[in-house]
């Protein structure tokens, strides 16, 4: 499985996702603004893993001997709607909180230890993530995906690709159509190629024929990552996930969304608080590289859409299966209660 981020001696190393599949190559972050910028260029993209690269660089920014809270705020306003950006970020502003007056060597020592351990805790909890997941999905069918929310989208083994993953290792004879997932082609460029490197079958579809494939009997299940998942079920994720969850229940197909607990916002009661990030109009105008619109075209471009919680089946999570009434559900995987 690939590597997609890694603390090593000479900086913050990232997978270059926007070159992907044509081009394996890498980025070195030196800096934690470095760090900031190929977040929002999209280096490194999937809302895990954007947390692992702030969790990362928060701690070169202390390495840096930077202001501290701008080295927050900098890297908090990279992209809004991933929460687990927020949620990196808090839990280093935490670790601050604690070393207030440890010697300088010891911060430095206790931020690079803590990022790895972010790193390393989210691998184990897509693989929790697979585990919890694996037993839905049905066996000798197709699962449907879009964007990716593979080892990409984290810091390996993926959310919803984890749950496909472990289900064939646990021996279920399934493949995969992965939608191509216009604009910025996640499904096309990178869950094709990941799945292509783990051999699971994996069929390109794009977008528009998702409702054709849903309605053709072939489909088991949809399974999708998240982004940010409101307190009453409500998933903010790559665009056009909701016209999939529509289709899905339209053809009685379960839609199953794979997320970390780091994903969940209780703090925002529905999906509809959820901010959602614009992108850049080129992105819909071009087609890699190449002009395929007018010129002076006006463009929407929201990089991220919510499927209301009456459309998903159930969320998965490191700690077990939420399902309707999602208020209590979530609530009482988050906080035990
Ligand atoms: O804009 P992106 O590529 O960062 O969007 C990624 C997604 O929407 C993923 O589905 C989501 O972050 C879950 S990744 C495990």
């Not at 890498?26 to 910028?37: G, I, L, N, R, S």
């Not at 927050?72 to 991933?82: D, I, K, Q, S, V």
């Not at 292509?196 to 399974?223: E, N, W, Y």
Request: charged share 20%; proline share 5%.
């Amino acid at each position: 499985m690939v590597e997609t981020i890694e603390w090593t001696p000479d900086g913050v190393v990232m997978i270059d996702q926007r070159r992907l599949p044509l081009e394996q190559t890498y980025v070195t972050c030196k800096t934690y603004q470095d760090v900031a910028h190929n977040i929002r260029a999209m280096t490194i993209r999937g809302a895990p893993a954007i947390g692992v690269a702030a969790a990362m660089g928060v701690a070169l920014g202390v390495i840096e001997g930077a202001d501290f809270d701008l080295v927050c705020e900098t890297l908090a306003a990279t992209r809004p709607t991933a929460v687990n950006l927020f949620w990196a970020i808090e839990r280093m502003k935490a670790l601050h909180k604690s070393l207030a007056g440890s010697p300088a060597d010891l911060i430095r020592l206790r931020f690079i230890q803590e990022a790895r351990q972010i790193r390393l805790e989210d691998i184990a909890i897509c693989q929790a993530i697979g585990k919890h997941g694996a037993p839905l999905v049905p066996d000798h069918k197709t699962v449907l995906t879009h964007c990716n929310a593979g080892a990409l989208a984290t810091a390996g083994y993926g959310t919803a690709l984890g749950v496909i993953r472990a289900a064939v290792e646990q021996g279920k004879e399934i493949d995969v159509f992965a939608d191509e997932t216009r604009p910025f082609l996640q499904g096309a460029r990178l869950t094709v190629w990941e799945l292509q490197q783990d051999h699971i079958p994996a069929t390109l579809i794009t977008d528009s024929m998702a409702g054709h494939f849903l309605k053709s009997g072939r489909i088991g299940c949809v399974v999708v990552g998240a982004d940010r998942i409101a307190a009453n079920g409500d998933v903010a994720n790559k665009i056009g996930t909701y016209s999939v969850a529509v289709l899905a229940k339209e053809n009685n197909i379960p839609f199953y969304v794979a997320a970390p607990i780091s994903t969940l916002d209780l703090s925002l009661s529905s999906g509809d608080l959820i901010p959602i990030e614009q992108r850049n109009s080129s992105e819909v105008t071009h087609y890699a590289g190449t002009q395929v619109a007018p010129e002076d075209t006006q463009v929407q471009n929201p990089a991220f859409d919510v499927t209301p919680h009456r459309y998903v089946t159930a969320i998965v999570t490191e700690r077990g299966v939420a399902r309707e009434p999602f208020t209590e559900s979530l609530k009482q995987l988050a906080t035990g209660a």
